[in-house]
């Protein structure tokens, strides 16, 4: 059962909403103060609907046939896939990341070696510190 998120325009709130069916289009009320029109948000995390196709694809299990962990070079085909799957420029550590798989290198080296999360950044594309 998926929960939606949906703003009200009086108070500024954003609730969850669960929804039965995904054809079900009926807009809640708001439960505070009883404005209908409520405005459904995109997600918790941000994506668009686009972006929801794509992640679902991604979760296709498909899509994680053939990796095998011990083998650098099947991560790094996957990455890349996943990569063209989201049909975004990758940053320069993502695309490193996989040159070092390709050549042989564990994932674990390869992490320690280029520090914590590089790909963490909120929408406009900004680092976050620490
Ligand atoms: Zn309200």
Redesign the pocket.
Known sequence: MPIYEYA????R?IYSFLVRSPSEHRTPK??????RG?KRMLSSFGISHTDEDRMEKLSDPSMFSGIDENDPKSLARFMRKMGKELGEEMPEEFDEMCRRLEAGESPEDIEQSMGEAPYASDDSGKLYEG
Do not use: Q, S, T, V
């Not at 708001?30 to 404005?35: D, Q, V, Y």
């Open positions: 009200c325009d009086n108070c709130k708001c439960p505070k103060c009883g404005k409520m």
